[in-house]
């Protein structure tokens, strides 16, 4: 028996210290006090969506703790598919089967484009990645559009007679 053994195991130290480490697990989603069934937990969802990739990060209410960042990027092959709305969909499913294992229903969404001097506008991604996170049951509630426009700034690029085509 003493033979089987290893060293570590006869003297008895590591073998308690393995022990202690394997009970302690770790919770990494929102507060569970006293939680209800039908109670929405809330996460602030950040889409960026630009004309190249549609960005979905997903924070607590603060917005200092991820909880998941996905972009159509890692989802499809190709660079120009990347900001495509089935990008965007695929990335959103993704983002709801690790928001289910976090505990959270509910979303805030906070949709941005470039801004600035670039476009106002959000990418083809954004609507598609919204729609798709509400189809596989996540609640949605407050949609808010945070892209910067600025009051007053530099000019835009491409010089005195524009960008030419």
């Known amino acids: 028996e003493l033979e089987k053994m290893s060293k570590a195991a006869k003297k008895g130290k590591k073998g308690e210290i393995d022990e202690a480490k394997e009970e302690k697990v770790i919770y990494y989603g929102p507060p569970q006090n006293s939680l209800k069934k039908d109670e929405n937990v809330f996460g602030v969802c950040h889409l960026f969506a630009s004309f190249n990739?549609?960005?979905?990060?997903?924070?607590?209410?603060?917005?200092r703790e991820t909880y998941i960042r996905i972009t159509g990027g890692q989802k499809v092959k190709a660079d120009r598919e990347e900001s495509?709305?089935?990008?965007?969909?695929?990335?959103a499913?993704?983002?709801?089967?690790?928001?289910?294992?976090?505990g959270i229903n509910a979303l805030?969404?906070?949709?941005?484009?470039?801004?600035?001097?670039?476009?106002k506008s959000p990418g083809p991604g954004a609507q598609s990645a919204l729609r798709a996170l509400a189809r596989n049951g996540i609640k949605i509630?407050?949609?808010e559009d945070v892209t910067p426009i600025p009051t007053?700034?530099?000019?835009?690029?491409?010089g005195r007679r524009g960008r030419r085509l």
Request: avoid cysteine; aromatic fraction near 4%.
């Open 108 to 119: 805030h969404i906070k949709m941005r484009a470039r801004g600035g001097v670039e476009t």
């Open 152 to 158: 007053d700034s530099t000019r835009k690029g491409h």
């Open 93 to 102: 499913a993704d983002v709801v089967k690790a928001l289910k294992t976090v």
């Open 141 to 143: 509630g407050r949609v």
């Open 84 to 91: 495509s709305p089935y990008a965007a969909m695929l990335a």
């Open 53 to 63: 990739n549609t960005f979905i990060h997903v924070t607590d209410l603060s917005g």
